[in-house]
């Protein structure tokens, strides 16, 4: 079960995330600023899994009948849409306290991120269809 949640959150995609922590490597930062890119990191995450989630429950039918894509999480019934609806919302509301905590700056940065992972999602989706 544990297997199922770190790939329906595609903890695997994380590496992604740091980048975040490459701005501290070109100039002199307090460790405080190493501390913030952590919690950043963290933050950063938490979105990203959320997005990797609204994105199997959007793609949950065509999932269930691709060769491999039939194997995910949700698709296979492992873990019910409810659940995975739920935890969604969850990491969302924290990443954006989390976010909030930090500053103005993370805090506009997650609020972005969020929406334009769905029109991203939703643009493919309308693309896909009319050139399939």
């Known amino acids: 079960m544990i297997k199922s ?15 975040i922590f490459v701005p501290l490597f070109f100039g002199k930062v307090s460790i405080d600023a190493y501390v913030l890119g952590f919690v950043g990191f963290i ?11 609204l994105n199997d429950l959007i793609d949950y039918k065509r999932d269930k009948i691709h060769k ?3 194997e995910r999480p ?30 103005w700056f993370f805090f506009l940065c ?8 769905v029109a991203f999602k939703v643009c493919l989706s309308i693309c896909s269809f009319t050139s399939g």
């Open 5 to 19: 949640w770190l790939n329906l959150l595609r903890v695997r995609q994380y590496y992604k995330n740091l980048l």
């Open 43 to 53: 933050m950063l995450c938490m979105y990203s899994s959320s997005g990797y989630i």
């Open 68 to 70: 491999e894509k039939k």
């Open 74 to 103: 949700l698709a296979s019934g492992v873990i019910s849409r409810r659940l995975a609806l739920l935890v969604m919302l969850s990491i969302v509301i924290i990443s954006s306290a989390i976010s909030y905590s930090l500053g």
């Open 110 to 117: 997650g609020s972005v991120r969020a929406p334009s992972t």
